[in-house]
């Protein structure tokens, strides 16, 4: 479809919301590959140059929480600076980097292209959120929600279950992992053509209605919402809060469960593509969202002691399967509660993403190296620390009584049997 310029010149643009959406899905699952699979291919990496040390092993790990931590904080400033487009450009631009990973010559330049694509990572996926509310009307934005919440699990399943038969394909681990990267260029070469100039249906209702009235209200008196109003802001706070004991959990799940002869973790991640997509379906279905996270979140802490606790793999398998599906499955209604807030726009909730997700790793981080340290003072028993991570996770049943309902109030009593029975 085209457009004319200023200079009269055609243009091609993108205008269709689901293949900006298509855009922004695969450049998620494209970092998803690129990442884990440079993560599976590490050894291969550092052996090709005579790296073999574990100090050199943690710099990498560290520079990945650093990457997190620092894009997901700096992400708004980004967005204010270059707009949503430009800012969602820059970080498809930097997972591209990751064609360096596999040819570095150094250690030096493979520690960078590593922290450049989990800057890149951590940027984009706090750029889902604005480019949903702007893009999507508010009964299509929970099924958008869901699908941008599996694209990581998305890719991470690609990768390990064809990294062989893509290996073999591309004639080698280092092809394999440049194809990712120059997916993910081309991606954002994509992503140029849509059109951001023209306001959609969704960001701006027609004018005279009502619907235009609150929007033009709401982008009034949100017009400066900063970092400074967003830490002020106790929503963001108790948002933040209530995820981070789920992404606390998750990551040592990956990180020292498997030291701990607990390998559920692959179970966890398939049954959380189930659990995603059911909570998709349920959260257009019923309009609450607190019922859906605080019984998920109870579950969960009931499941994490399960898991870490319990003798028997049958037993573990069984509650990794559960713990999949209810860690999944209220995000699509987490992450739509803050869109259905009153005078929510791109701008705002670009800062409640980007406080929201560099709280968490904040929290997780420490809560990581308490994890160890428990393990490291207890002579290597985990006991203390599955207690506290089991404690940890309750954050998020516990954070669904300090959390709002957005549903009105009559559906969201009409709907919470329908919740709590599910």
């Not at 991570?389 to 300090?402: A, R």
């Amino acid at each position: 479809m085209g457009q004319k310029n200023n200079n009269g010149d055609t243009k091609m643009r993108i205008h269709n919301k689901y293949a900006v959406e298509a855009i922004v899905f695969f450049s998620y699952v494209l970092f998803a590959m690129a990442w884990v699979g440079a993560t599976a291919n590490m050894g291969a990496i550092m052996a090709a140059m005579g790296i073999e040390t574990l100090a050199a092993a943690s710099m990498l790990s560290g520079s990945v929480t650093v990457a997190k931590i620092v894009g997901t904080f700096i992400a708004a400033i980004v967005a204010v600076r270059l707009g949503i487009k430009a800012a969602f450009l820059v970080s498809a631009l930097m997972i591209g980097v990751g064609l360096l990973t596999p040819f570095a010559p150094n250690y030096e330049l493979l520690l960078i292209s590593r922290f450049v694509v989990g800057l890149g990572g951590a940027l984009m996926v706090v750029y889902f959120n604005p480019i949903v509310l702007r893009w999507f009307e508010p009964g299509e934005r929970p099924v958008i929600n869901g699908i941008n919440a599996v694209a990581f699990n998305a890719g991470t399943a690609v990768v390990l279950w064809l990294i062989e038969d893509l290996t073999a394909l591309f004639g080698g681990w280092e092809n394999t992992l440049s194809a990712f990267s120059i997916a993910s260029i081309v991606l954002a070469g994509l992503w140029m053509l849509v059109d951001f100039d023209t306001p959609t249906a969704a960001e701006q209702p027609a004018a005279g209605t009502e619907a235009g009235a609150k929007r033009k209200a709401a982008n009034e008196e949100t017009q400066g919402y900063g970092y400074g109003e967003g830490l002020r802001d106790s929503f963001n706070w108790r948002y933040a809060l209530s995820y981070s004991g789920v992404l606390c959990f998750y990551i040592c799940l990956f990180t020292f469960y498997p030291k701990a002869g607990i390998t559920q973790g692959s179970l966890v991640m398939w049954a959380g593509i189930a659990g995603t997509l059911a909570g998709m379906y349920f959260s257009r279905r019923v309009p609450a969202r607190i019922p859906v996270i605080r019984w998920s979140g109870l579950i969960m802490s009931v499941c994490v002691a399960g898991l870490s606790f319990s003798d028997s793999e049958l037993y573990r398998s069984a509650f990794g399967l559960v713990l999949g599906f209810v860690i999944f499955f209220p995000v699509t209604a987490l992450v739509t509660l803050p869109q259905e807030l009153p005078r929510m726009t791109p701008e705002r909730i670009t800062v409640v993403f980007s406080l929201f997700y560099s709280i968490s790793y904040l929290i997780s981080t420490f809560i990581l190296w308490l994890f160890g340290w428990l393990v490291d003072s207890n002579g290597g028993d985990f006991s203390s620390a599955f207690s506290m991570i089991t404690l940890v996770s309750t954050t998020l049943f516990i954070g669904s009584f300090f959390l709002p309902e957005t549903a009105p109030k009559k559906q969201a009593e009409a709907s919470a049997p329908i919740a709590e029975s599910a």
